[in-house]
């Protein structure tokens, strides 16, 4: 059970380069989340998806694009890189959204720097 | 206005001490649940523990325990007998109403655990 995967770990982008960020979760959760984390400070909400074929935006979504074709998958898509988007982008996944003692569960981050 | 606020950038402890990391929150929403998570140097985070806006008690997760004072909107992180593998970033969240997509982290704090 290897929980919430992510690829790659490190990136460097060049301005105006786009990449896609994977994700790939294999608990069967519905909930999958993106989320970004700037230096110093704590994660902010992209895009959430509450199964497949249904994603919303979170706190900060421009620049970004996702999708949701399976359970499984949840790619982060980046168009026209800019240096605001260095950062480390953490996926999550939950086995559903309302709450109780149900938690996220973070994959490893992927470290990506815009040049 | 911030949704968490965690104000202590940095701490010390003694190893074998007790340790209080301060998290306050803002909400109207009845509904809610509050969280800690630790991130080592390594990067992923991990989730410490859960306390619910309704749960009468503290939670408490073996040397974890949470401070829950609801009047005051505060969710104080006790760490008892800390150990050196304690030394990490500590994020205070808070999931508003019964979705993760109102799932707000406070900027951290960085426990540092002296021999």
């Known amino acids: 059970n290897a929980g919430v995967t992510q690829t790659p770990k490190f990136r460097i982008l060049k301005i105006g380069q786009s990449m896609t960020l994977q994700c790939t979760q294999d608990?069967?959760?519905?909930?999958m989340y993106w989320y970004r984390q700037d230096p110093g400070m704590g994660l902010k909400l992209i895009y959430y998806s509450v199964g497949a074929g249904i994603t919303d935006k979170g706190e900060v979504p421009n620049g970004y694009n996702v999708s949701r074709s399976t359970t499984e998958d949840f790619p982060l898509r980046l168009e026209l890189a800019a240096p605001s988007q260095t950062s480390v982008y953490f996926c999550?996944?939950?086995?559903?959204?309302?709450?109780?003692?149900?938690?996220?569960?973070f994959g490893p981050g992927t470290r990506l720097t815009v040049l | 206005a911030q949704k968490i606020t965690q104000t202590q950038p940095g701490m010390f402890v003694q190893e074998k001490e007790a340790v209080t990391l301060d998290c306050t929150y803002d909400t109207s929403d009845p509904s809610y649940g509050l969280f800690w998570y630790k991130q080592p140097s390594s990067g992923e985070m991990i989730f410490l523990i859960y306390q619910g806006s309704y749960d009468q008690q503290n939670a408490t997760e073996g040397r974890y325990s949470l401070n829950f004072q609801k009047a005051r909107k505060s969710a104080n992180l006790v760490i008892s007998a800390s150990q050196l593998g304690d030394s990490a970033m500590y994020f205070c969240a808070m999931r508003e109403g019964n979705n993760f997509n109102k799932f707000y982290f406070g900027s951290g704090t960085k426990l540092n655990v002296k021999p």
């Open positions: 999550a996944s939950s086995r559903r959204g309302a709450s109780g003692t149900d938690t996220q569960y």
């Open positions: 608990m069967n959760h519905n909930y």
